[in-house]
């Protein structure tokens, strides 16, 4: 590993690590740019340690390539997220703007990889900053240590991130802004982050390459295999604000799969899911049509409110249809299996 430069991780789901940290994060972005997303602007280091293991260097791939679509996935779904906050009536409240974590947010070799690779030791560190979030805004940047808020030292150790969210949530339940101390290249900086409104779906990563989404009324996770399948930001904009749709509408409640839908969301944004999970239909009871439809109308809204190209949504559901049809039954078609009849209905 001598030479190699690796990214730190950015943006990597806290809660695919067993972290409660909602209120760290908000989807604040105002613009959407078509194109794939590139490479998180994070900070590099030289991967140089003497301890580096094949095991911790392997783990280390993992966590940098989850950075890297967990990124993607944040940047597509910050503008639906924050544009349409209205639309979300009890589903929407304040929130910052940014993701942190330590050493302890990895668990196992991933801990000692984050620590060893990356540099992460016990105190927060901002992971990542969303473009057009109050954080971004204040001047927040990835790499800056988190030191105080509201006046108050930020915890370090194993639960630093639990014990940071709390106090942060007070702070931003009361009042329009959070004054913030952090470290940056040893020197102390004092900012003041303003809050955003946004819905408060959290946007989850699934670790598996089916091809797939799923919302369980309060979360959003999309696979890795749809991301990959999909071919700019606006087709995975199409995948998220479809999903955000069926929660703002209530579908996984009245489906009843809530529970089941919820299961597996638990897993697959788990580091290593356990994938014999998506075996057939995985427990989950298919769309009906006119539900579908609901959501599909209501998704291209949310896409459009966005800022996203609309025109091209039709064709990326059909391709996807095509090249995953409801025989695969750990695939979107299988869970959607209306799809073809409900895109030839007039909207």
Same mark, same amino acid.
């Given at each position: 590993? %001598?030479?190699?430069? $690796?990214?730190?991780?950015?943006?990597?789901?806290?809660?695919?690590?067993?972290?409660? /940290?909602?209120?760290?994060?908000?989807?604040?972005?105002?613009? /959407?740019?078509? *194109?794939?997303?590139?490479?998180?602007?994070?900070?590099?280091?030289?991967?140089?340690? =003497?301890?580096?293991?094949?095991?911790?260097?392997?783990?280390?791939?993992?966590?940098?390539?989850?950075?890297?679509? *967990?990124?993607?996935?944040?940047?597509?779904?910050?503008?639906?997220?924050?544009?349409?906050?209205?639309?979300?009536?009890?589903?929407?409240?304040?929130?910052?703007?940014? %993701?942190?974590?330590? @050493?302890? &947010?990895?668990? +196992?070799?991933?801990?000692?990889?984050?620590?060893?690779?990356? +540099?992460? !030791?016990?105190?927060?560190?901002? %992971?990542?900053?969303?473009?057009?979030?109050?954080?971004?805004?204040?001047?927040?940047?990835?790499?800056?240590?988190?030191?105080?808020?509201?006046?108050?030292?930020?915890?370090?150790?194993?639960?630093?991130?639990?014990?940071?969210?709390?106090?942060?949530?007070? #702070?931003?339940? &009361?009042?329009?802004?959070?004054?913030?101390?952090?470290?940056?290249?040893?020197?102390?900086?004092?900012?003041? #982050?303003?809050?955003? @409104?946004?819905?408060?779906?959290?946007?989850?990563?699934?670790?598996?390459?089916?091809?797939?989404?799923?919302?369980?009324?309060?979360?959003?996770?999309?696979? @890795?295999?749809?991301?990959?399948?999909?071919?700019? !930001? !606006?087709?995975?904009?199409?995948?998220?604000?479809?999903?955000?749709?069926?929660?703002?509408?209530?579908?996984?409640?009245?489906?009843?799969?809530?529970? %089941?839908?919820?299961?597996?969301?638990?897993?697959?944004?788990?580091?290593? =899911?356990?994938?014999?999970?998506?075996?057939?239909? +995985?427990?989950?009871?298919?769309?009906?049509?006119?539900?579908?439809? /609901?959501? !599909?109308?209501?998704?291209?809204?949310?896409?459009? $409110?966005?800022?996203?190209? #609309?025109?091209?949504? =039709?064709?990326?559901?059909? $391709?996807?249809?095509?090249?995953?049809?409801?025989?695969?039954?750990?695939?979107?078609?299988?869970?959607?299996?209306?799809?073809?009849?409900?895109?030839?209905?007039?909207?």
């Amino acid at each position: 590993m %001598t030479g190699i430069h $690796r990214q730190r991780p950015a943006g990597i789901s806290t809660a695919a690590l067993g972290i409660t /940290a909602a209120l760290l994060l908000s989807a604040c972005a105002t613009q /959407a740019p078509r *194109q794939p997303s590139g490479t998180p602007r994070i900070v590099e280091r030289p991967v140089e340690a =003497p301890g580096l293991t094949p095991q911790m260097a392997a783990a280390a791939d993992t966590l940098t390539k989850m950075a890297d679509l *967990q990124h993607r996935l944040y940047k597509v779904a910050a503008p639906l997220l924050i544009q349409n906050a209205e639309l979300c009536k009890g589903q929407a409240r304040n929130l910052l703007g940014f %993701t942190a974590k330590n @050493r302890w &947010s990895y668990p +196992g070799d991933y801990n000692e990889a984050a620590h060893v690779a990356f +540099g992460m !030791d016990e105190r927060l560190q901002v %992971t990542g900053v969303l473009a057009g979030s109050g954080a971004a805004r204040a001047g927040l940047q990835t790499g800056d240590v988190l030191l105080a808020a509201g006046g108050k030292p930020l915890p370090a150790g194993e639960h630093a991130l639990s014990q940071a969210g709390a106090i942060f949530g007070k #702070i931003i339940a &009361s009042q329009a802004s959070l004054p913030m101390t952090v470290e940056r290249r040893r020197s102390e900086r004092q900012l003041t #982050i303003p809050v955003t @409104r946004a819905c408060a779906f959290a946007i989850e990563l699934g670790n598996a390459d089916n091809v797939n989404a799923y919302g369980d009324g309060s979360r959003v996770l999309v696979t @890795r295999g749809m991301i990959n399948f999909t071919h700019d !930001d !606006d087709e995975l904009a199409f995948v998220l604000a479809k999903t955000m749709a069926h929660n703002m509408l209530g579908h996984p409640a009245m489906q009843r799969n809530s529970a %089941t839908i919820g299961s597996i969301i638990d897993n697959l944004k788990s580091i290593v =899911p356990d994938t014999s999970m998506l075996i057939g239909s +995985g427990g989950i009871k298919a769309m009906p049509a006119d539900a579908d439809a /609901a959501a !599909d109308r209501l998704g291209i809204y949310l896409a459009a $409110r966005a800022g996203y190209d #609309i025109e091209e949504a =039709p064709a990326f559901w059909k $391709r996807l249809a095509e090249a995953y049809p409801p025989t695969v039954l750990n695939g979107y078609s299988a869970n959607h299996p209306a799809l073809p009849q409900r895109l030839e209905r007039p909207s």
